[in-house]
């Protein structure tokens, strides 16, 4: 284009295109520079960014899966359900407050455990000393020490027969795979024992509700719309939720 212009002289012109050009052109003018975004820690620690994202997205996953099945979630959310159905309220609490009060009371009892777990996977990985793979390794054995402590002997017995595994020597040496549905099943059994005590006091005053109005031939009368009022009163008059709430907490200690 600029042979036309300027026949044969184009070329020995492009070094002084610069200088000729005006100084407000190129005042706004930056180089570029390398991205904010720290890829090459992602890769580092023999690892490759795309595995490593991978990984990640896996975990992102499978974490609403993981919060029910490896953390006291599962057990809160199955006695606040079990207390309902003892109150006779079919949707008081909702289902949206029963998770959120139970969310929040498993983020509770996991901050020591997530703390350990920050500590030992995610702050190496950000500074790029291990990989995603490495990471997850690191952070399990916080939350298998957790596990451990809550799950039933019993049945770690019955899922090492399946796993067809030998007895391990340290409880260190239980693998997830064997670890994780004990955890769950132990997690099902202490969840329903303890619906199974909250039954019992409503229990009876439903039978008694029951024998009075059946005495006074108040066959007509349904005795859940006398019984359902005095079990919420009975319930807030002992202040049931911080008794419940801390005998929960409780029994995590």
């Given at each position: 284009?600029?042979s036309g212009f300027?026949?044969?002289?184009?070329?020995?012109?492009l070094p002084w295109?610069?200088?000729?050009?005006?100084?407000?052109?190129?005042?706004?003018?930056?180089?570029?520079?390398?991205?904010?975004?720290?890829?090459?820690?992602?890769?580092?620690?023999?690892?490759?960014?795309?595995?490593?994202?991978?990984?990640?997205?896996?975990?992102?996953?499978?974490?609403?899966?993981?919060?029910?099945?490896?953390?006291?979630?599962t057990r809160i959310?199955?006695?606040?359900?079990?207390?309902?159905?003892?109150?006779?309220?079919?949707?008081?609490?909702?289902?949206?407050?029963?998770?959120?009060?139970?969310?929040?009371?498993?983020?509770?009892?996991?901050?020591?455990?997530?703390?350990?777990?920050?500590?030992?996977?995610?702050?190496?990985?950000?500074?790029?000393?291990?990989?995603?793979?490495?990471?997850?390794?690191?952070?399990?054995?916080?939350?298998?020490?957790?596990?451990?402590?809550?799950?039933?002997?019993?049945?770690?017995?019955?899922?090492?027969?399946?796993?067809?595994?030998?007895?391990?020597?340290?409880?260190?040496?239980?693998?997830?795979?064997?670890?994780?549905?004990?955890?769950?099943?132990?997690?099902?059994?202490?969840?329903?024992?303890?619906?199974?005590?909250?039954?019992?006091?409503?229990?009876?005053?439903?039978?008694?509700?029951?024998?009075?109005?059946?005495?006074?031939?108040?066959?007509?009368?349904?005795?859940?719309?006398?019984?359902?009022?005095?079990?919420?009163?009975?319930?807030?008059?002992?202040?049931?939720?911080?008794?419940?709430?801390?005998?929960?907490?409780?029994?995590?200690?």
């Amino acid at each position: 284009m600029l042979s036309g212009f300027f026949p044969g002289r184009a070329w020995s012109l492009l070094p002084w295109l610069p200088r000729m050009a005006p100084a407000a052109a190129w005042a706004g003018f930056r180089p570029p520079h390398a991205s904010a975004l720290k890829w090459t820690g992602l890769g580092a620690a023999n690892g490759s960014v795309p595995w490593n994202i991978v990984v990640l997205l896996t975990l992102l996953t499978l974490l609403p899966s993981l919060l029910v099945a490896l953390t006291p979630f599962t057990r809160i959310l199955i006695v606040f359900h079990f207390l309902r159905q003892a109150l006779g309220t079919q949707t008081a609490p909702s289902n949206q407050t029963l998770i959120g009060l139970a969310l929040v009371l498993t983020c509770f009892l996991m901050q020591p455990v997530g703390s350990a777990i920050y500590e030992a996977s995610v702050v190496p990985f950000q500074q790029g000393r291990v990989d995603a793979l490495q990471a997850v390794e690191r952070g399990a054995p916080p939350l298998r020490r957790f596990m451990l402590k809550y799950a039933r002997e019993k049945d770690l017995a019955l899922f090492l027969e399946l796993a067809q595994a030998p007895r391990p020597a340290r409880a260190d040496d239980v693998a997830m795979r064997v670890l994780a549905p004990a955890y769950i099943l132990s997690e099902l059994k202490t969840g329903f024992q303890i619906g199974a005590a909250l039954f019992l006091p409503f229990l009876v005053i439903d039978l008694v509700v029951a024998a009075v109005t059946t005495s006074m031939g108040m066959m007509q009368l349904p005795p859940v719309i006398i019984s359902t009022p005095l079990k919420i009163l009975l319930f807030v008059m002992v202040d049931g939720w911080n008794l419940l709430v801390g005998s929960l907490m409780k029994s995590f200690t």
